[in-house]
């Protein structure tokens, strides 16, 4: 008796697990857009309350290590900020000597995050623009530190954002010391990589990594990260380069997207501006001391424009 | 009815701490997993089918997270309130020391989940992962369960 008893619990136990299997089924046979639209929806509404403060105590708290850190990066910004200037402005002086059409800034549409995956390197945030209109998929999601990622889907209130972290992202980088080219990716959604860097490149530990620009889908000069670890993988005949991210979701609350417009100009000479109304602004010029009088020849033969994404900041056209 | 509220609730708020706070305290990348520890507290005190409830809907909601695979952590929630049910009967469950051992099992048996699905790992380079990740974030997540385990029992099922 005892043992029929324990048979059927058995088969109990065992047709609520089928049940809840078929249910799993179900829910990974749903499509796509279906699959985003109940995520979203789910997140949307019975996290979203919740992240949005969580999200700031965050901020609050890591805000502290960012005080002391940037009062370093200000001392030495400061510094920078007075030969880019001077940099700017021959710039300038160029430009208007070669004839190339001025830059104009990246139209940002502000979202706050509502919710992310459960994980220490989220490959998915899920966001609120402030005005969804307009926000459209592959559309790149940057903060101040860098690139995010880009935009997956968009709905009529939430948006899904595909960061940096997700195994199937790749974005073609930059070392901006040496210039070389790589992929940046993630191994397997735990470590970040350079992938593709021939064997005798010059990268050293510490160098910083930016987006180059040529995928088309990302803007050039946005930052990726330092380079931590160079590993030679001799049967490849390339560097394997462990990148140190400067993403750090711990410590956003809010992304911006680029819905258009092309890179801005050198930071020190534009304060920042978020709104899309401020975002075609042209250039706001420093008034500075006119420039001694040059006496500039063009030479014959072409000549070599420097990449622009050398730029701090991107400076792509 | 009370108890099933309180262990939907138990699980909306481990994923949401999971998404959130747990993230700040992690240690080497290393994180305690707090689904499974819904998960084991309602397999553990009512059985196979409370596990596989509670898991299938904590794995919905990190489901949620990650639509592209949306059904993988459901199926995984749901094995793992599975095991818990069935190791019910052959642990002393009612030791702490056991209760955290098999939380630990459990979120190796969890993260196979997230490995092999989620971040798309391979067989040979799962070892490595095991080393760096799994095994510590197993401890981490026995350890808080040994912590949690009984004022969450105290507070869903009352005292015994």
Request: glycine share 8%.
């Amino acid at each position: 008796m005892l043992l029929f008893n324990r048979r059927i619990w058995h088969r109990h136990d065992i047709a609520v697990l089928i049940a809840a299997l078929l249910i799993s089924a179900v829910l990974a046979l749903l499509p796509s857009g279906l699959k985003t639209a109940l995520g979203s929806g789910v997140v949307g509404t019975i996290f979203a309350p919740l992240e949005y403060p969580a999200s700031q105590a965050r901020s609050l708290f890591s805000s502290w290590k960012d005080n002391q850190e940037l009062r370093q990066r200000l001392a030495v910004a400061s510094l920078e900020n007075i030969s880019l200037k001077e940099a700017a402005q021959e710039n300038d002086e160029f430009r208007k000597l070669l004839d190339l059409r001025s830059r104009t800034q990246w139209l940002l549409r502000p979202a706050r995050v509502v919710g992310r995956e459960p994980s220490a390197r989220a490959s998915a945030l899920i966001v609120e623009p402030n005005n969804p209109k307009g926000v459209g998929q592959d559309m790149p999601a940057i903060i101040d530190r860098g690139l995010v990622g880009k935009v997956v889907s968009s709905g009529p209130e939430y948006s899904q954002v595909a960061t940096i972290f997700d195994k199937d992202s790749r974005v073609s980088a930059i070392v901006a010391r040496s210039r070389v080219l790589g992929i940046f990716r993630t191994d397997r959604g735990q470590r970040c990589i350079l992938d593709r860097v021939p064997l005798r490149s010059d990268v050293r530990k510490g160098d910083t990594v930016l987006t180059s620009g040529y995928g088309q889908v990302f803007p050039s000069g946005l930052l990726l990260g330092t380079v931590e670890k160079i590993l030679i993988d001799k049967r490849q005949l390339t560097l394997n380069i462990e990148i140190n991210p400067s993403l750090d979701l711990n410590r956003i609350s809010q992304i911006f997207i680029i819905t258009g417009g092309v890179n801005p100009p050198l930071p020190s000479l534009s304060p920042v501006k978020t709104q899309d109304s401020l975002a075609s602004r042209p250039r706001r010029r420093i008034a500075a001391p006119p420039p001694p009088e040059m006496d500039i020849r063009l030479p014959q033969a072409p000549v070599p424009v420097p990449d622009e994404s050398e730029l701090p900041g991107g400076a792509g056209q | 009815m009370i108890k099933i509220i309180k262990i939907l609730l138990l699980a909306w708020l481990a994923v949401f701490l999971q998404s959130s706070v747990i993230n700040m305290v992690s240690p080497w990348g290393l994180m305690p997993n707090f689904l499974v520890i819904v998960i084991a507290l309602a397999g553990l005190r009512e059985g196979v089918s409370s596990g596989v409830w509670a898991g299938l809907l904590a794995g919905f909601l990190a489901d949620c997270y990650h639509p592209p695979t949306m059904g993988l952590f459901s199926v995984g929630g749901t094995i793992t309130g599975y095991l818990t049910g069935m190791a019910r009967d052959r642990i002393y469950r009612e030791q702490l020391l056991s209760q955290a051992a098999l939380t630990a099992v459990l979120t190796l048996v969890y993260q196979l989940f997230v490995f092999f699905g989620r971040d798309g790992g391979t067989l040979t380079s799962y070892p490595g992962y095991f080393i760096r990740f799994g095994l510590g974030s197993a401890l981490l997540t026995a350890l808080a369960a040994a912590i949690i385990l009984p004022a969450l029992e105290r507070w869903t099922f009352g005292k015994r």
